[in-house]
């Protein structure tokens, strides 16, 4: 089935091209739906919101990069829901034509961050490192000119979509590389009261003094964990802080109630954009 005959309730959407390592978490997570890719991460939003996709797998952050920059600022406008999260072991491949050699290979692309991660096996190689916008994007490249001094540093599934052979596995330098993805939806499906869940939050204080250290008071007092906790800015001033906060506990148990309860009092807005099961992936890298 072509992705524009797909059934839309049977489609997850994902920003990159063919053998991205999203398109790698959608089939992990959902491997009986098809993989819609968009060219951008608004483009993978829209096709949830309009109907195009049942669910969107959005990478959020990076062991080693750090936060994806643009999701915060598109998921208050989105109006979609985060429904689930997935961890995605990063695991770069050394992607070349049938007749390259690993002493051959001169030429080297991929996204900045995966060259960044693999200096070792490029400075052993002595070659040329040439960033591309994505790592699936470099692979085609590379298998579209089939020249055998060149290589791109990709997933195994980007070498099994564009028929690359892998010359070397597992090339990065740190080992752990791992991406969190969070999975979106249309409408909001929170977990039975018993699954241990994650809540995820956006909100802004009042312009007062120590409005976000009295916000935030109530969930220490009420023993709720805060895992993550961001800032960034939302207007051309730098004067408007919004915060995106992820807390461990089901939205409906009490402690949480009373502690959103008192950090609304400090609010001049809030709103849950989920409530989901926490990833397996926490208690066994704990």
Not at 7 to 17: I, R
Not at 109 to 123: D, E, K, M, P, W
Not at 132 to 156: C, H, K, L, M, Q
Request: hydrophobic share 40%; with cysteine; proline share 5%.
């Amino acid at each position: 089935m072509t992705k524009d005959m797909a059934d839309p309730a049977n489609t997850v959407a994902f920003q990159g091209v063919p053998g991205a390592y999203s398109q790698q978490a959608c089939r992990e997570v959902f491997p009986e739906m098809t993989a819609l890719p968009c060219e951008t991460f608004e483009d993978a939003f829209a096709a949830v919101k309009e109907g195009r996709a049942d669910r969107a797998m959005i990478p959020i952050e990076n062991s080693l990069g750090g936060r994806v920059a643009d999701i915060h600022h598109l998921l208050p406008e989105s109006g979609l829901y985060i429904v689930g999260e997935h961890f995605q072991p990063v695991r770069h491949q050394l992607l070349a034509p049938a007749d390259a050699r690993l002493t051959g290979i001169k030429r080297i692309y991929s996204h900045v961050q995966g060259l960044s991660q693999c200096r070792a096996l490029i400075r052993e190689l002595g070659a040329e490192a040439i960033p591309r916008a994505d790592t699936a994007g470099a692979a085609a490249e590379v298998a579209e000119r089939n020249d055998p001094e060149e290589a791109a540093i990709a997933s195994a599934l980007a070498g099994e979509i564009y028929g690359l052979q892998t010359l070397r596995e597992r090339i990065e330098d740190k080992l752990g590389n791992t991406t969190r993805f969070i999975i979106l939806s249309r409408t909001r499906i929170d977990p039975d009261l018993t699954v241990p869940s994650i809540t995820s939050i956006i909100f802004r204080v009042r312009s007062t003094p120590a409005a976000l250290y009295k916000s935030l008071g109530g969930f220490a007092t009420n023993g709720v964990n805060v895992l993550k906790l961001e800032s960034y800015m939302t207007d051309m001033s730098f004067t408007v802080a919004q915060f995106y906060a992820e807390l461990e506990g089901h939205v409906a148990a009490r402690n949480m109630d009373i502690a959103l309860g008192e950090l609304q009092f400090f609010s001049t807005m809030l709103k849950v954009i989920g409530v989901y099961p926490q990833s397996p992936w926490r208690e066994s890298n704990h």
